[in-house]
């Protein structure tokens, strides 16, 4: 069972639409969940870390947030520069050596 | 800014071949991560290791080998190559911070087909 799933797999936006991606989680216990950007051909790029339900973080067209059991990376008024497959990562509490759990990723296609 | 160095960038191998991913980080962390990364499924640890001198077994470690040669360099070892291993592998390092989540910085990959 994946501990990690995202939603939907892939995703087309025409430029300007607003959208969010999900990402759910089965760990027990939550010690960081990381989004990460991946162009192809090209390594995950971070994007935000959050740490507690509530929280959420900005970078300029996306805003990350995070409840006790998922988070979601709203993309507001998409560029096709925003095109690109969207990782969600989480670790574990307890784990002090940063081992993360990957989901499968959100293929994002924005459209002029 | 160099960050996480990975090479080759492609290798084609034939099986029963061996060969090592070197994988070198200038940011000066403790911790390292070798992945595979393969269509339609998440990134899946391979082996990490958490400062020089240490290493052990992600999720899929069958079949690999590492090195944690220095602070700098952590390289993958495929002693015989088999074509399940035919994937995208990526290297990440991390800053161990205490009390903090410091998130991993990856390199580029290396596309490895294995025929």
């Known amino acids: 069972e994946d501990q990690v799933t995202q939603s939907?797999?892939?995703?087309?936006?025409?430029?300007?639409?607003?959208?969010s991606l999900n990402c759910s989680y089965t760990v027990s216990g939550l010690r960081g969940l990381f989004w990460y950007r991946q162009d192809p051909g090209k390594g995950p790029e971070f994007l935000f870390t959050l740490y507690s339900a509530g929280e959420e973080?900005?970078?300029?067209?996306?805003?990350?947030?995070?409840?006790k059991k998922e988070s979601f990376l709203h993309i507001t008024a998409p560029k096709p520069e925003d095109s690109a497959t969207y990782l969600c990562a989480v670790q574990e509490r307890g784990s002090t050596l940063g081992r993360l759990y990957f989901g499968r990723g959100t293929q994002l296609t924005v459209w002029p | 800014n160099a960050g996480v160095t990975q090479t080759p960038k492609f290798q084609v191998l034939k099986t029963g071949q061996s060969m090592t991913l070197q994988c070198a980080q200038d940011m000066n962390h403790n911790s390292?991560?070798?992945?595979?990364?393969?269509?339609?499924?998440?990134l899946r640890l391979i082996y990490y290791s958490a400062s020089e001198g240490t290493t052990d077994k992600?999720?899929?470690?069958?079949g690999y080998n590492?090195?944690?040669?220095?602070?700098?360099?952590?390289?993958?070892?495929l002693e015989s190559a088999a074509p399940s291993q035919t994937?995208?592998?990526f290297c990440a390092s991390r800053e161990q911070g205490r009390g903090s989540n410091q998130p991993q910085h990856f390199g580029d990959g290396t596309r490895l087909s294995i025929l």
Not at chain 1, 8 to 19: M, N
Not at chain 2, 58 to 62: S, T
Not at chain 2, 67 to 76: A, G, T, Y
């Open chain 1, 8 to 19: 939907p797999e892939a995703l087309r936006l025409q430029e300007g639409e607003s959208s």
């Open chain 2, 66 to 77: 590492v090195s944690r040669l220095n602070k700098r360099e952590f390289s993958l070892r």
């Open chain 2, 87 to 89: 994937s995208v592998y």
């Open chain 2, 58 to 62: 992600g999720e899929v470690p069958n």
């Open chain 1, 57 to 67: 973080k900005e970078k300029e067209r996306l805003k990350a947030t995070l409840t």
């Open chain 2, 32 to 42: 390292m991560y070798w992945y595979r990364q393969d269509p339609g499924m998440g």
